[in-house]
């Protein structure tokens, strides 16, 4: 076992601010419990039919088809539990214990506050010595493991290069089941694989396997679970290894399947989202610095001895076949003969599709800006002056980003963005490539190379929709080899790296899945941080984690799924002018609203999330105000006004308007709309002409 000398200390901040919360904690409770002499008793819960083993599930597969009505003890001597009512916002990888008010409860209510806020035990330990000797409270549990239901023992598998942990599947399927929601009889299993670093001296790292049923979504949510994880130095040494538990248990589910109330429910691995390193490990294939390394086309790479990498002129190869690919025909690819063979139904060339969060974001849209900025230098870089504005133009739009974007340009945090560049989140070069880069970088760079980043622009843009038509596909397909062509042309053959070659691969995925926008590894990476945080020392890091792990589990609380974003109703936002009048007219009446929550988008009176497009008419409306409606005032109206000039921002290499995108000017009269006619949201940013046009580009993801 690898341990780590060095532990992870918590701030002073970071202290005084769970003092303070601590403290809020103790006036609510003690409040609560002077309202009645005695605690009520935590309700009894009713108990399911049968109790889960981790390890029986998957060892024992003489025993048929695993039926929920049959399982042994589970070494934790947890039991899954279930209510008769189910609530609709229901995290279904918990087990979850179902309470009528849990903020009447002091233990259900402690236990939730110290897991959403990775409350330490020797914290909540202090916490709950005080609390005890507060009148009605003395029957709290007087350890932090008894009030969360710390599992007292975690299994633990050395393997070579590190240990290794399953947490299982079986289990997450189940508490699918319990939770009362329609499901298919056969469920997509979307698995990331990637590794996570946790410390650097001395070198550790977490390596989890992450999952999500694909075609289950609860609140327009696919949530994410963990099926395993590995803690090592390194990575695992052998990736067979590594996934073997996780296989054969697939491989069970697969073919065999959970009965449930007559019901057989099965499994199906409906695509692997890694990077490319991560993808050449578990595949047991070269790295994407192979002549031999795209696991799409046998296309050979050309060693540059000038630039150090390997690149990919030819786009015309011939592709590769699962059949080729199991039977290990090509002996320049592959290294090894990979465990993933025996996943039933599982094609090892389609199904592992390449993941545009990688290969496009943090590959192709980085690697061009550092062009641009002089890093490294390159005869297409810009000047020092027009940097300069371009990191202007990008901080003046910020104000104009969406809610939706967790990013946004400011100059407060970074003064140059464009030279921070290679810093930038994942999610700051999206929005840059389908959004602000369109008006930034026009009239900035040279035609060539706007018209370059365009036809990326647009391809992406393509491949990201759902029910694309084959048409529109076949159009992404042939802009995005051309954009591979340009680049190649303008920048050297030479810069075009595994990443940039992949680039022509991506239509057929989007293809194949029907847009890449829920393909991809947004959903794995937003989940990988909350894992690293629950990793609070050096010592025993897989059992730390394992029972964090459990404990959200039991108390229904996942930090992934905050349930207060999913309420639907009135917002409550900063509105500027406030001491002005709101327009009222047509049938809207009191009261009015600076903001309004909807299943899928947020809209508010500010500048960056009041522009909406109507569903019947098309419109693109600038909302003024949210108002009730004097007809039904149990709906709700937007009055706005529409643009009346809308003409397309680019006609080349195809109309703007064929993808939603308009520049528009020229606002109507007030009008009203009802609320559910939004159809979409609309980003809105301000082009600074003489007719003071706005580009509106349709929210996508």
Known sequence: MFQSSKKLKLSKTTRYRQRISASAVAHKLFNTSSSSSSIESIPNLKETEFIYNQNAAVNNHSSGSSDLNNFDGYSSNYELATSSSHNNSYNFSSDSYQFSNTADNPSIFLSNWALRHSIPHTVLNDLLMFLRTLPGLNNLPKDARTLLKTPTTTLIKSIHGGEYHHLGLNREIKSLLLSGIDIPLTLELTVGIDGLPLTTNPSSQLWPILGCFTNINVNNRQNVFMIGAFYGKSKPGDSNEYLREFVDELKQITNEGIVYKDKVVKLKMHALICDAPAKAFVLKIRGHNGKNSCPRCIGQGIWSKTHTRTYFPNLDSPLRTHNSFINLEDKTLHLGRTILTEIPNFDLINDTPFDVMHVI????????????????????????????????????????????????????????????????????????????????????????????????????????????????????????????????????????????????????????????????????????????????????????????????????????????????GPINCYYSNKNKLRPMVGNAIEPQYTGWRMKTLSIKLNEADKCVKILNTGEFVVIENIATDRTDTSKILIVGRHYEKMIDFFIQPCKSSLLGIYKASSLGPLKTWPLNNISQKIVSLPLNDYENSVLLIPFLH
């Open 361 to 568: 974001y943090i590959g192709v849209v980085k690697k061009l800006i550092s062009l641009w900025v002089g890093s490294p230098k390159h005869n297409k870089s810009l000047p020092s002056n027009l940097i300069s504005v371009l990191d202007d133009k990008l901080n003046f739009l910020g104000k104009n980003i969406p809610v939706e974007f967790q990013r946004k340009p400011n100059k407060n945090s970074r003064i140059h963005p464009l030279r921070d560049v290679s810093r930038w989140k994942a999610t700051e070069l999206r929005q840059c490539l389908l959004y602000t880069g369109l008006v930034v970088f026009k009239d900035i760079v040279s035609n060539d190379i706007y018209n370059n980043f365009l036809e990326l622009s647009i391809g992406v843009r393509l491949i990201l929709s759902n029910n694309v038509s084959h048409e529109y596909n076949t159009y992404a397909k042939n802009i995005l080899k051309h954009f591979v062509i340009m680049f190649g042309q303008i920048y050297g053959a030479s810069y075009i790296s595994h990443n940039i070659h992949s680039v022509i691969h991506l239509a057929d995925d989007a293809k194949r899945y029907n847009g890449l926008n829920k393909i991809c590894a947004f959903m794995f990476e937003n989940h990988m941080q909350p894992l690293k945080k629950d990793i609070r020392s050096g010592m025993r890091p897989l059992q730390q984690l394992s029972r964090r792990y459990e404990e959200k589990r039991v108390s229904n609380v996942m930090i992934s799924y905050k349930q207060y974003q999913t309420q639907i």
